[in-house]
């Protein structure tokens, strides 16, 4: 059964450095999100991204954050210069079509020291 | 506004009961997902209820949805020791992303 992968599983970096989540959607879907969970809270979005562009971000998605689509499997997350309080879980998810299904990856646990 | 609040927080039963949890929402959705989350992993998805629908069933997971009240419930029948998770209600908001609740804790004892 086709799903959505992530790497790496765990993450552990520096405050200021940069970090890229990587993700693989399943191949025939068209929306694209990240999703993060800080330990012990709620599952908070984060940003949508369709046909090549941001369909919407959250308050959380500031400057420093950024989606790319690189190539035609690919979907990634960038932090710029990661702060104490990215650490989380990171989950990437996709749909085949708008309002539909999520599936979720099994996340990327970013820890910033 | 939150969307999507659980209750209970926490569930604990023993095998073979029904687990019952409640979600409820704020504002209009054109349907309500149910998600299951193990530990330290990543998001499972259950079911997915429309608006226009006042029940469904997959296996052992029964979901209504009575969007006078702006409620759904998620039963979970004979349950297992493997049903031990936490469990999400989502709710689609514009645009297509999902806002979850806090989730319910659900524990089942051997």
């Known amino acids: 059964e086709p799903e959505v992968t992530q790497t790496p599983s765990h993450q552990v970096t520096q405050m200021g450095q940069e970090v890229i989540l990587r993700c693989v959607p399943i191949?025939?879907?068209?929306?694209f999100y990240w999703y993060r969970q800080i330990l012990g809270q709620k599952v908070e979005f984060l940003v949508s991204?369709?046909?090549?562009?941001?369909?919407?971000k959250s308050e959380i998605f500031d400057d420093q954050f950024s989606v790319e689509r690189p190539d035609g499997s690919n979907f990634t997350l960038k932090i710029r210069s990661t702060k104490l309080e990215d650490s989380a879980m990171y989950f990437c998810?996709?749909?085949?079509?708008?309002?539909?299904?999520?599936?979720f990856g099994p996340g990327t646990r970013l820890t910033v020291t | 506004s939150q969307q999507g609040e659980e209750d209970p927080q926490a569930l604990s039963i023993q095998e073979g009961e029904n687990a019952t949890m409640n979600c409820s929402y704020k504002?209009?959705?054109?349907?309500l997902q149910w998600y299951r989350q193990n530990s330290g992993r990543g998001l499972v998805h259950l079911i997915l209820i429309r608006s226009n629908e006042r029940e469904k069933h997959s296996g052992r997971l029964r979901v209504t949805l009575d969007t006078s009240k702006k409620s759904s419930s998620l039963l979970i029948t004979a349950s297992r020791a493997a049903d031990t998770a936490s469990y999400f209600c989502a709710t689609i908001y514009q645009g297509g992303k999902l806002i979850f609740g806090q989730g319910t804790e659900l524990s089942v004892k051997p």
């Open positions: 504002t209009s959705i054109n349907n």
């Open positions: 991204f369709y046909n090549n562009e941001i369909s919407e």
């Open positions: 191949s025939n879907h068209l929306y």
């Open positions: 998810a996709s749909s085949e079509r708008h309002g539909g299904e999520q599936y």
